[in-house]
């Protein structure tokens, strides 16, 4: 029992480090938060009390960063994907909920690892994409938002390719995650994923370093390059999912 504190501790200390550095991100970049911590935070919690937990810092974070420029946003293309999301994320949480811990992971290190891969190495150019690909993009993006909170870049692969004004592009996703930020909070609520003894305590005592990681993001917005910052993520975010397949495999 008595080595069982400092495991815990050492647990603990390493998740608030990985919380800061996702809001670190998310403050210099406008996104990112869960994709960044999620495959982090799962080496040292499980993945069923990590993922309401990083909603929770989500839909706080966005409410303090606000939705600007609402009028900007391009709602026939939240029509379009919303309902598909839905769908997606109700499939989603019954997998969050019933599917075995080790699949989940697996599958999250899979996703991680390619994604990684596929921006760093390929680094495909940013094409029109078809209006067709909304449903289908949104439903898996859906699917990921609601198992691991890790659905953002799928939005943005169809919505980057879809909205070509900056402006507009960015009230768009921050309006479709935070409607996503909404929706699962009801799921994981009805599904008592908020029943579990850790986590609104956890929650509680890592929600400092949130603040710490939002006020660093915002006061190194201006001095460091957040291209190159998101990089140097994505290359710890490789070795993460690489050590998810390593694990689970």
Known sequence: MMLAWPAANASL???AAVVVLAYTVYGL???????????LLTQLLPLREVVPMMLLFDLVAGTLVGLRNRSQIDRAELFRVVPFMIGGMLIGVSLLVWAPQRLLLLTLGVFIFAYALWTLVLRPPVLPMSAFWGPPLAFVGGLFT????????IYVIYLARRITQPQKLR???STLLFTSGLARLVLFSSVGLYHQPQVLPRTLLLFPGMFVGLWMGTRLNHRLPAKRVVQAVWVVLLAAGFALLLRNA
Not at 29 to 39: H, K, L
Not at 146 to 153: A, D, E, H, L
């Open 171 to 173: 009230a768009t996703i």
């Open 29 to 39: 970049t406008g996104f990112g938060s869960s994709i960044t911590a999620v495959p």
């Open 146 to 153: 609601s198992m691991f909170g890790t659905g953002g870049p």
């Open 13 to 15: 200390l390493g998740a």
